[in-house]
């Protein structure tokens, strides 16, 4: 068995965490994990993307597209934009947050208004959580990507609940744990 994972996003909306997070969920879970990720214009808002790959023998980070397993988009448009990554039948987890690029607010482009219609067309499974909004209510926005990926360990094989409370708890500053594990639950029930 290997699960492959893609999530992405914009800079700064805890991509590279929530890798980090699965990652380490599957080596406690006694799995060879492989990562990979880009940056690109990150710190200017622009396109994050990180590969997760586990299972009984990995010998890379990378797959094809239309390989993937699970999409964990945190924007509507960066699920759009990487849909071809996922395989027929993979779960499709994405934060219903919309970030505007810089594109569209210099009026160079412009957001879909269609943006909901067209994921639902091309993910049949679609988890589609307002996931900022959630972690906002749980008392800190940042944590939607642990939203998020509650949501996408549903998606997931050989990975049980509580090793990803424990990968969690490896990863987060010991401050944050409990909001942390909070959000996670919140999108694992979502």
Known sequence: MIQNILLCGVGG???????????????????????NEIHGMAQRGGSVTAFVRYG??????????????????MEAIEALRYAHW??????AAVSRQRLIPVTVSSGK??????????????FPRLEYIDCHV?????????????????AL??????IPSPVWEEAIRA?????FVEGNLAAFRFGRKE
Do not use: H
């Open 13 to 35: 909306q805890g991509i590279l965490l929530a890798a980090k997070v699965i990652a380490a969920a599957a080596v406690k879970s006694g799995f060879e994990v492989t990562t």
């Open 56 to 73: 009984d023998t990995v010998f890379s980070p990378l797959f094809r597209a239309g390989d993937a397993d699970v999409i964990a988009s």
């Open 86 to 91: 996922l395989r027929p039948g993979g779960l």
């Open 109 to 122: 482009a412009k957001y879909p208004a269609d943006a909901d219609e067209r994921l639902a067309k091309v």
């Open 134 to 150: 959630e972690a906002k209510k749980l008392g800190d926005a940042r944590m939607a990507n642990i939203i998020l990926l509650g």
């Open 153 to 158: 360990s549903r998606g997931l094989d050989g």
């Open 171 to 175: 990863c987060v500053k010991p401050q």
